[in-house]
């Protein structure tokens, strides 16, 4: 939408005016480029383009007029102002790993793209790590980790940016143990655009009070392409005092052992199948307190159609708490209980933090393939009617992709000692985190994968309406996996809304912050939160 103040009204019309007598000058302007004060500007013919139109689901593919690659947080306020200015919808990629077409929707007519904002630098003013909203996971594990022996406890995909993960409560492998990525963030700085249609830069950190305060609290997991462009993340974990950059975020364990087992599918009927995704779900649950000695322990199992072999276990944990390789085989004799079918050991090998971070058993890098993701937050144990129905849909004869199915991974431990409104993200009382997946590569097989997923997911929650609703079983879904069929009624049939389902309570609040940063809803997509109207003038 564009936002003009009085004095853009009258420019605007003048052009407009200028526009009957020379069409052909006008449209030519309205073709321009941004300035080079917005940094490099890509438009179609440029080599570039093919590859900045798109991130890394290729279901979705950008015509914007141009993509702007900003170098600075002042190359991004000119770069959005000139597309307000322009009238063009506006769009912000980091990392490019969105599941919906939040960046490559039609409409958007004008890109920003972060990916030359990946510094990571120490502000000795401000105590904290800056960390440039354009750069990747693996980047910034990196330069933390050899430059001061720090870690964030971010996801497990090396290639993720932090611009959408941090805003959208990131959690990974040491989320048990350190809690979220959004609980050591300290401030952010990010372009936001007023009432009258300016695009500035504000700071706004968790020191702050009022709007200021609201600004960085909205960050904490209210999802990206939200609330303006964050341009930096400064990380500094609660309580910490001193100015070293070594202190002011946690040390990650010096050493791994990694491993993965596998129990393959012929060997698996339903029963095995239900007993071995009870077992699992049911260890993670008994072992989810804060400081549990096992909270180290982090597992991804996956479980996808049978027609890709086995169902797949891979497991890291510290080599430095206890004997690493009696404690993984405790964890799988638990995990293997009455199952009947063994497990088959693919990999067992100790591993320094940094190279575990690379490890392919954990560390995923999808490319070229065409995603359908969704998610469920899990409070207790799978019961039968969900690991049953996992188990049809898995073993179905009439389909059979091995790229659709999930993963289960633990979630809770140190996450769950912060309380719900602390932090945008609300959900602060489960034990595992599912994402449902289905990744392609033709265009002519959407309907039926996504077809499949959809089929799969609703028989899951179909005691709850299709949904994982905030019950005694599920807690909702996560932001940074967005699927928008949760606000499709003829899919989410649970009477609960998507909002709730992301936000929980703390929607009402999102609102509010979002009309008065965003009044005009610059920054929206599907899944955005909407702003709260102006309140009311009691005169």
């Known amino acids: 939408m564009s936002i003009l103040t009085r004095r853009r009204f009258v420019e605007a019309a003048a052009l407009i005016g200028t526009a009957t007598a020379t069409s052909g000058a006008s449209a030519a302007a309205r073709e321009e480029s941004p300035a080079a004060e917005a940094g490099t500007a890509v438009r179609a013919g440029s080599p570039q383009y093919a590859d900045l139109a798109r991130g890394v689901n290729q279901r979705w593919i950008g015509t914007p007029d141009w993509i702007a690659l900003p170098r600075s947080t002042d190359q991004v306020v000119t770069a959005l102002q000139q597309a307000l200015d322009s009238g063009r919808r506006v769009a912000v990629r980091g990392g490019g790993h969105c599941f919906e077409d939040f960046v490559g929707n039609r409409d958007i007519r004008a890109v920003i793209d972060l990916s030359a904002m990946n510094t990571v630098t120490y502000d000795t003013r401000r105590r904290a790590v800056a960390v440039g909203a354009g750069a990747r996971l693996g980047e910034v594990n990196e330069q933390l980790f050899k430059r001061w022996g720090v870690a964030l406890p971010g996801g497990s995909c090396p290639t ?144 996808f159609h049978r027609s890709g072999g086995a169902v797949a276990l891979n497991v890291q944990l510290s080599a430095l708490n206890g004997d690493p390789d009696k404690r993984l085989d405790a964890f799988l004799a638990a995990v293997g209980s009455g199952v009947g079918a063994r497990a088959r050991t693919v990999e067992r090998q100790r591993l320094p933090w940094l190279m575990a971070t690379q490890w392919p058993g954990l560390a995923d890098r999808p490319t070229g393939k065409r995603i359908k993701g969704k998610s469920a937050y899990h409070r207790t144990a799978f019961d039968d009617a969900q690991a049953t129905a996992l188990h049809r849909h898995l073993t179905r004869s009439d389909y059979d992709h091995p790229g659709s199915g999930l993963l289960i991974a633990p979630y809770g431990g140190q996450v769950n000692t912060v309380a719900p409104d602390e932090t945008a993200l609300a959900h602060r009382d489960s034990a595992l985190m599912l994402m449902y997946v289905s990744e392609w590569t033709s265009p002519a097989e959407d309907d039926r994968h996504v077809g499949f997923l959809r089929e799969l997911y609703e028989d899951v929650y179909a005691a709850t309406g299709g949904a994982p609703v905030p019950g005694r079983s599920t807690a909702g879904a996560y932001v940074n996996y967005a699927d928008t069929d949760l606000k499709d009624p003829r899919r989410n049939r649970s009477g609960v809304s998507w909002q709730e389902l992301y936000f929980g309570s703390n929607h009402t609040r999102l609102r509010e912050v979002k009309g008065r940063w965003d009044p005009h809803d610059v920054f929206r997509h599907a899944l955005s939160v909407e702003p709260a109207p102006p309140a009311a003038d009691p005169r």
């Open 160 to 303: 993720v940016g932090v611009g959408g993960h941090i805003s959208g409560g990131g959690y990974g492998p040491l989320n048990r143990t350190l809690g979220l990525t959004v609980d050591h963030l300290y401030a952010v700085e990010v372009v936001v655009v007023d009432a009258s249609g300016t695009a500035r830069a504000v700071f706004a950190s968790r020191d702050d009070d009022g709007a200021s305060g609201d600004l960085w609290w909205a960050h904490t997991g209210g999802g990206g392409g939200t609330f303006g462009v964050v341009t930096r993340y400064f990380l500094r974990s609660p309580g910490v005092g001193e100015a070293a950059p070594q202190r002011v975020l946690p040390t990650p364990p010096a050493e791994l052992l990694v491993g993965t087992v596998v129990w393959p599918w012929a060997d698996l009927d339903q029963a095995s199948f239900v007993r071995l995704l009870k077992n699992y779900s049911a260890w993670h649950v008994a072992h989810n307190e804060p400081g549990d000695p096992q909270a180290d322990l982090y597992s991804h199992l996956a479980a």
